[in-house]
């Protein structure tokens, strides 16, 4: 499976941005999807994941309130909506694809990997 972001981008604080994760390969089987993010000098972690039928989402308590996922299986496609941003959001933010129907925010649990994109949030 390969993973493919897009939308990063350079934003004022409170202002809004839109990820979007493409996958393609054998997508045939279920996955939950997932964004982590990584800013400099630390270690990735968590943002939000989706399970596979929509029924569960996890959100990191930094985002809660300002940054949604969605989905859509149709078009192997999964989308992080970003509003209120704050400069403390600035990273690289990675999708990432878990194998299976279960859900998780450890990062060790995902399977597949985008390449990242930066989102840089100016104060």
């Not at 493409?22 to 989706?50: D, I, L, N």
């Not at 930094?62 to 704050?86: E, H, P, W």
Request: net charge positive; hydrophobic share 30%.
């Amino acid at each position: 499976v390969q993973l493919v972001e897009s939308g990063g981008g350079l934003v004022q604080a409170g202002g809004s941005l839109r990820l979007s994760c493409a996958a393609s390969g054998h997508t045939s089987s279920s996955y939950a999807m997932g964004w982590f993010r990584q800013a400099p000098g630390k270690e990735r972690e968590f943002v939000t994941a989706r399970s596979w039928s929509g029924s569960r989402t996890y959100y990191a308590d930094s985002v809660k309130g300002r940054f949604t996922i969605s989905r859509d299986n149709a078009k192997n496609t999964v989308y992080l909506q970003m509003n209120s941003l704050k400069p403390e959001d600035t990273a690289v933010y990675y999708c990432a694809a878990m194998v299976g129907l279960g859900l998780s925010s450890k990062t060790d649990e995902y399977h597949y990997w985008g390449q990242g994109t930066q989102v840089t949030v100016s104060s």
